[in-house]
């Protein structure tokens, strides 16, 4: 302690552990999915690999949303969130990430739904066709898929935010957690859907642009990982443990790798890219455990 | 409002007796026993280890001794929630839990407290911590419910020594600064008051004297909000979903000018 590189050496543990993780990485994922689903359906015309997107987005929201309740210590009262128990009003600070994050996730749940909805009707040609419009194209459709993409960033960016809030040694002492999970949750997205999109229909243009996606985030990833080091400063210490280790393992497979992947089918005209994708997710979740335990392994 | 009411805490003349953290135990019916806790600490003598949710109150015990410990001293500090004026706590409680009272101190309200943990990092001085009888987080109160009727906190109050002082702010300020005075005339010109101005955190209501570094007592020399990224965070964040969609955009737009006449693959 007498010689810490920053204040946040002083605090606390909030004692997070692997259901984070998981939330972490699902929640990445959900709104990832559901964002490159909503362009793909505001851009393009592959409505079966969109539809799928919905489709997994609200088991995923689901999922998160009972994680974070199970997460609670007093999980009865997960509902303080969202209503001031005193006088029944709303519950929300603009400015506290968890405060815009849990009504977040609601909206994003709604926004959601109605998406998995339209895509279900449609994809059972049910006789009721006013869902159907509840996609683009169309206003409607536009009305739900644009704020509902909004939102969808929102979470997977606030997560980050909130760490860089939550004053605790690596997490507090750089502005750029919520850029860098923004930007890797939608890369792990466009992975992840590049990779069911090609189980469904082979190589596709759709598929070949959400590869195209990823490698340009991962590229993006990089310029975010150095500025993130650099805005570390002295705290760049805290990473001199077993989480260090995880997460430049997780920058190789997750990132590196990938790349090298990539560039190596583009000088050979050959596949490999499945594989490249499944490291982006694997580095990917090697990265968020990596950040979310990093403190706890700095000593008080 | 009430006049702010706060803690002037001396450690030069604390003796380690610890009545301050009984008689916190004691009228606010914290358990004496945690289950993570059944073994002596090793550290001097202090067995309490940190400040939590069912210590609050902690003296801290700082051995300064020479190798051959021919010389050496003491020195104990009875630590506490210091009832920032700009608590970070209360900046980042999501359920409005956290309040600040008519007597400028910060309570935790344990009915609406869902245990999120939001607060426990943001505290720059690691004050709290969850307590697993109620599974709320849980601080120092400055004895509200004593405030309220009139009376003194119970650790100050049980203190033989003084070394805990309970009073308005203001006041405490003075003596402390006379306290200061007086040990620089004495030849401590060590001594220094932690947190009785504004720059740090607007000002602690629970403030302290001390003889050293304050690293050397657990306490940060610049405690920070935790709320200092958050205009920064934010802006950073945008400008990734202004990247991300950009890149989204120019990728799925060229794939349809490359499959502009290609057939709806999903028409039912």
Redesign the interface.
């Known amino acids: 302690m007498i010689d810490a590189p920053s204040s946040t050496w002083f605090t606390s543990s909030p004692h997070w552990n692997w259901l984070i993780v998981v939330y972490f990485i699902l929640g990445a994922l959900a709104g990832g999915v559901y964002f490159l689903s909503a362009m793909i359906d505001l851009t393009g015309r592959d409505r079966r690999l969109a539809r799928l997107g919905y489709y997994m987005t609200l088991p995923l929201l689901l999922v998160i949303g009972g994680v974070l309740i199970v997460d609670l210590y007093r999980p009865d009262r997960f509902w303080h969130l969202f209503v001031e128990i005193h006088t029944l009003r709303p519950m929300f600070k603009w400015w506290v990430p968890m405060s815009v994050g849990a009504w977040s996730v609601l909206i994003f749940g709604f926004f959601s739904l109605l998406s998995c909805l339209a895509a279900l009707f449609e994809h059972r040609d049910w006789r009721w066709r006013f869902p159907r419009r509840l996609r683009p194209p169309g206003v409607l459709g536009m009305l739900v898929t644009v704020p509902g993409a909004i939102m969808a960033l929102v979470v997977t960016g606030y997560t980050g935010v909130m760490l860089s809030v939550l004053n605790r040694p690596v997490w507090s002492d750089t502005p750029l957690f919520g850029l860098l999970f923004l930007v890797s949750a939608v890369t792990m997205a466009a992975a992840l859907l590049a990779l069911v999109g090609r189980w469904i229909h082979g190589d596709s243009p759709v598929v070949a642009a959400l590869n195209r996606i990823w490698i340009w985030l991962l590229l993006v990833q990089i310029v975010v990982w150095i500025a993130l080091f650099v805005t570390l400063g002295p705290a760049v210490r805290g990473w001199l443990n077993v989480w260090g280790v995880v997460l430049a393992i997780g920058i190789a497979i997750g990132t590196v790798l990938p790349l090298l992947a990539a560039r190596f089918r583009t000088a050979r005209g050959i596949g490999g890219l499945p594989a490249a994708a499944v490291l982006v997710l694997a580095g990917g979740f090697m990265v968020r455990t990596a950040i979310v335990f990093v403190p706890e392994a700095i000593a008080p | 409002m009430a006049e702010p009411m706060g803690f002037f805490t001396d450690p030069t003349v604390c003796i380690g007796c610890k009545a301050c953290e009984v008689a916190c135990k004691q009228w606010n019916q914290l358990p004496a026993l945690d289950e993570d806790r059944r073994t002596l600490s090793g550290d001097s003598y202090d067995n309490t280890r940190?400040l939590?949710g069912t210590h609050w109150r902690h003296v801290k015990f700082v051995e300064q001794f020479d190798e051959d410990r021919r010389d050496g001293r003491w020195t104990m500090l009875s630590d506490v929630c210091k009832h920032c004026v700009q608590a970070?706590c209360l900046?980042?409680?999501?359920?409005?839990?956290i309040i600040r009272t008519e007597f400028d101190t910060v309570v935790i309200q344990s009915?609406?407290?869902?245990?999120?943990?939001?607060c426990?990092?943001?505290?720059?001085?690691?004050?709290?911590?969850?307590n697993p009888v109620s599974?709320?987080a849980q601080k120092c109160t400055l004895c509200y419910d004593r405030l309220q009727a009139g009376m003194e906190p119970a650790c100050s109050q049980a203190c033989p020594t003084d070394s805990i002082v309970f009073g308005p702010v203001r006041e405490l300020k003075e003596r402390a600064g006379r306290r200061v005075d007086q040990l620089h005339a004495a030849g401590e010109k060590r001594a220094v008051l932690y947190g009785a101005d504004e720059n740090m955190l607007g000002g602690l209501n629970a403030f302290f004297l001390l003889v050293d570094?304050p690293?050397?007592y657990?306490?940060?020399?610049?405690?920070?909000m935790?709320?200092?990224?958050?205009a920064?965070?934010?802006l950073?964040?945008m400008?990734?979903?202004f990247?991300?969609?950009l890149?989204?955009?120019f990728?799925?737009?060229?794939?349809?000018a490359?499959?502009a006449s290609?057939p709806?693959?999903?028409q039912?």
């Open positions: 940190k939590d970070g900046e980042v409680c999501p359920t409005g839990a009915d609406t407290c869902n245990g999120c943990k939001a426990l990092g943001a505290c720059p001085f690691g004050v709290i911590d969850i599974k709320t570094k690293e050397v657990g306490l940060p020399p610049d405690p920070k935790p709320t200092r990224h958050l920064t965070g934010t950073a964040t400008l990734g979903a990247v991300v969609g890149v989204s955009l990728n799925f737009r060229d794939r349809r490359g499959e290609a709806d693959r999903d039912p």
